[in-house]
């Protein structure tokens, strides 16, 4: 695996922070319409996204961490290169590139200057799988922040398969970290949904058969791991030993009274692990990082 500050061969590396949630289809729009009424919102553009994504026949980028595609937005093409990451209080901080391209053709040469020269076979990039969505856009600034929430739904093709997507992205753009959480909690009180920590990407090689989302590692904070644990038990409808180790870790913590009621909420999922029972328990998530577990 790559290590994260060696990707590029950089000085400069941008960042984004952002929450998924991830959520039906009638609650995203009752979650439009409440967060577009608010007076810190502005609304902005709506654009179809046609995304590609490219690896190698034998998944090297995957394996790396890594995720590579070309968007078309409107007549625009943008070349993108993404790391993992790691996960931060039930949000995602990763590595990020952007370069404009003349058309929907990769360009294998802005992969030169990475190290992924040394990693990958670039002449054996091809496209393993899109992502196309419509993507409403909603700007929200409340004088501490200023959040670009990302309304996204449509498709996940690959080989003739499809799957649906529809997900909900609070970006930070500016200002402080904890207003990721504080709206996402604000918009917890209105619908349901759960904070996913697998990415579209993963969700596409899963269709793809090519990847199976892997436990985070052994040294990864109990709540970062239950969440993971959690979307991937949403992905494939198998529970993950990292999601009952984690479980396991957070009973043992001293009992604290405000969030042992979640805590047995996830309990009970393993009696009867479900996909189907995933989408409800934002909720609990969003109580385990206001009270801190996450930092014990």
């Given at each position: ?38 007076p ?40 993108t290169l ?9 949000a ?24 992924l ?7 054996e ?8 969505f ?13 959040i670009?929430?990302?309304?996204d ?103 604290k009274t ?8 996830f ?12 989408s ?8 385990l ?8």
């Amino acid at each position: 695996m790559l290590a994260a500050e060696s990707l590029l061969r950089a000085e400069m590396m941008p960042q984004e922070l952002e929450i998924k949630l991830t959520l039906e289809p009638a609650p995203a729009d009752d979650a439009y319409r409440w967060l577009s009424s608010l007076p810190e919102t502005s609304v902005g553009p709506t654009k179809r996204l046609a995304n590609t994504y490219f690896d190698t026949p034998d998944a090297s980028l995957n394996r790396l961490k890594a995720a590579l595609r070309i968007r078309k937005a409107g007549d625009r093409y943008i070349q993108t290169l993404k790391t993992q990451g790691e996960f931060v209080a039930g949000a995602h901080r990763r590595l990020e590139w952007e370069w404009p391209l003349p058309s929907a053709v990769l360009d294998r040469d802005l992969l030169l200057a990475t190290s992924l020269v040394d990693s990958v076979s670039l002449d054996e990039l091809k496209p393993v799988f899109e992502t196309n969505f419509e993507r409403r856009i909603l700007m929200l600034d409340d004088g501490k922040a200023v959040i670009e929430c990302a309304f996204d739904r449509g498709e996940i093709v690959s080989g003739g398969q499809s799957v649906p997507l529809c997900e909900v992205e609070f970006e930070l753009k500016s200002g402080q970290e904890d207003r990721l959480l504080y709206w996402a909690s604000k918009l917890g009180e209105q619908v349901s949904f759960f904070i996913n920590l697998i990415s579209k990407a993963e969700q596409g090689y899963f269709l793809a058969g090519v990847h199976r989302p892997a436990s985070l590692s052994a040294g990864a904070e109990p709540v970062s791991k239950l969440f993971h644990g959690l979307s991937r038990l949403w992905l494939t409808g198998e529970l993950p030993q990292e999601y009952v180790e984690a479980v396991a870790e957070l009973k043992a913590k001293e009992t604290k009274t405000d969030w042992r009621t979640e805590i047995e909420l996830f309990e009970r999922l393993m009696a009867e692990p479900s996909s189907a029972k995933v989408s409800d328990l934002g909720k609990a998530q969003l109580a385990l990082l206001r009270t801190g577990v996450a930092d014990e």
